[in-house]
């Protein structure tokens, strides 16, 4: 798909839009691609939405460098595309870190969500920010930190890897291995997620959590998505078998709960009542 761009202050953001019809922003998590996606955009092209896949800072075709990696500013990004594409408002898809961008995008800018969707969230710190940096910081820091990270993205997917999944790999790899970039997702990984769990009264919009069963990230992924779902007074949809990225390991699952979910929310929206 075209590669297109908007300016927002600190650099540039890169998306890829497929479709017409209601808005839907989707955005994948830390370390990973706006193909991410690949599937399901076109799944919900055909049930009649636009579809607007966005690079994270710092990641695919977004500029690699910023001076903020926090998901404050990843949600004042999903604020700024949503602007800047005067298409009325949103359809917010999160998955892993930007589930919690996409939480204070809604709470800050309410008319300009339509729904949210959080998939496989992060939206609160699940260890204090100076374990994860000891950890997951220093593991990430050596000449190993590429090779780690293929091996911790591939065991996300439990069940089955897309038959592109070699070729997506090597995409992930050489996006990462450019200046800056890894860098920019090392960061983003020890980064605070308390600002989301904080503005999680403040999201109105109707909410559907899509978890995988077998997503290893968290301890008990039902109990997880069912927090999240409270906090945001939302709906969940379990994905059977799946792990941390339903989207690409099982996106016809995913498309089945969610798109009648969003014709849900678009009625709400369209209610004068």
Same mark, same amino acid.
């Given at each position: ?11 540039r953001l ?7 019809? +209601?808005?839907?922003?989707?955005? #994948? ?15 919900? @092209? ?17 500029? !690699?460098? %910023? ?9 004042? =990004?999903? $604020? ?9 408002? @949103? ?9 919690? @961008? ?7 800018? &309410? ?6 969707v959080p998939? =496989? ?22 000449? %190993? ?10 065991? !996300?997917?439990?069940?089955?890897? #897309? ?13 990462l291995a450019? &200046? ?20 999680? +009264? ?12 077998? =997503?290893?990230?968290?301890?008990? #992924? ?14 969940? @949809? ?12 099982? #996106? ?5 709960? $969610?798109? &009648? ?9 369209? =209610? +004068?009542?």
């Open positions: 798909m075209k590669t297109e761009y908007i300016d927002v202050p600190g650099g890169a998306y890829s839009d497929v479709g017409s019809g +209601p808005l839907v922003i989707a955005v #994948p998590g830390m370390g990973d691609l706006r193909s991410s996606y690949r599937f399901l955009a076109p799944k919900l @092209a055909a049930a009649g939405y636009r579809v607007i896949s966005l690079d994270l800072r710092g990641h695919g075709d977004s500029s !690699a460098r %910023w001076n903020d990696y926090s998901v404050s500013a990843v949600g004042a =990004d999903i $604020l700024a595309l949503i602007s800047a594409l005067e298409a009325g408002s @949103a359809h917010i898809i999160g998955n892993s870190f930007a589930a919690g @961008a996409g939480v204070i995008a809604a709470a800050q800018e &309410p008319k300009a969500v339509r729904s949210l998939v =496989d969230p992060f939206v609160r710190d699940m260890m204090p920010p100076w374990v994860m940096t000891a950890i997951f910081g220093t593991m990430l820091s050596g000449p %190993w930190r590429a090779a780690l990270w293929r091996m911790l993205f591939k065991r !996300a997917f439990p069940a089955r890897l #897309p038959d592109d999944y070699a070729a997506e790999e090597a995409r992930r790899t050489s996006n450019e &200046p800056g970039r890894f860098d920019a997702f090392r960061r983003m990984l020890i980064s605070s997620k308390s600002e989301s769990e904080r503005r999680t +009264p403040d999201v109105t919009a109707p909410v559907l959590v899509i978890m995988g069963t077998r =997503d290893s990230d968290f301890p008990d #992924p039902p109990k997880e998505a069912r927090h999240v779902a409270d906090l945001l007074r939302g709906s969940v @949809a379990m994905i059977e078998g799946a792990g941390h990225y339903p989207q690409a390991e099982m #996106p016809d699952a995913v498309a089945e709960r $969610l798109i &009648p979910f969003l014709a849900s929310a678009d009625a709400k929206s369209s =209610d +004068p009542s």
